[in-house]
């Protein structure tokens, strides 16, 4: 993916395992942003292509779920976030499939 471009180089390094297990168990194993859990990526809140020297420090990372990271990565690199119409038909198709697993369930 280009955007991840410019923390290929950190996220490469064995370093970052350690600090990427430390940051997703600081956080609870759950997104910062919107409190799930699931597939979680660590983020750089300060993008490392501005503060490189903040790539490796715990207070700049963050846990994040796969769709809260690649929207704040997008809004890093200049792209305008997905319009209210295509949030609104996510959010229906979320609830439909939460309520679908309700009923596998019972
Ligand atoms: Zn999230």
Redesign the pocket.
Known sequence: MTYHRHSKAVTRGPRWHSIRMAVLERDGFV?R????GGRLEVDHVKPVRSHPELSFDPANLQA??T??HTRKTRLECGHKPASDDRLKWRQAVAELAAKSNRAKRI
Do not use: E, I
């Not at 942003?33 to 799930?36: D, L, N, Q, R, V």
């Open positions: 997104c942003s919107c409190g799930k994040l779920c769709s809260c």
